[in-house]
């Protein structure tokens, strides 16, 4: 609970780049921001395209990773690579979400693909792709 506070706090207040003090623990954040504006679902056995955009902010930070969202930050697992980084966040049906982040690239906007393993009425499987920028 105080890591997705902490995560909330630093995302509300704008703050890209932090360094606060906390009960003598220093916290560093920085903002992943995502944008996918492309993807497919499968849904009653046909693949469609999706024109749903959508937008993912992470917070990153020594305390680990959370995701942002319009009811605040849940933790994700961070799984940090000499090519890329990888967010899995899991939920309470079963089902997780993972993002992949290619951080080789030496552009700024950094290709990024999203898959959600959605069980809705069943399973709905959906992947995005987009680039993420580091804040």
Not at 11 to 21: D, E, K, P, R
Not at 51 to 68: D, R, W
């Amino acid at each position: 609970m105080k890591k997705a506070l902490v995560a909330a706090a630093l995302l509300t207040a704008g703050i890209v780049a932090v360094s606060m003090t906390s009960r003598a623990e220093k916290v560093q954040a920085q903002k992943l921001e995502c944008h996918f504006d492309s993807g497919i679902f499968h849904d009653k056995g046909k693949n469609a395209p999706t024109t749903e955009k959508m937008k993912l902010i992470f917070v990153l930070s020594n305390k680990g990773a959370f995701m942002v969202g319009n009811q605040g930050a849940a933790p994700a697992e961070w799984h940090n690579g000499s090519s890329g980084q990888t967010f899995i966040e899991k939920m309470d049906s079963g089902a997780v979400m993972v993002m992949t982040v290619a951080t080789d690239n030496k552009s700024k906007r950094l290709p990024a693909v999203y898959t959600r393993h959605t069980i809705f009425l069943g399973l709905l499987p959906q992947q995005y792709y987009g680039t993420c920028e580091l804040h």
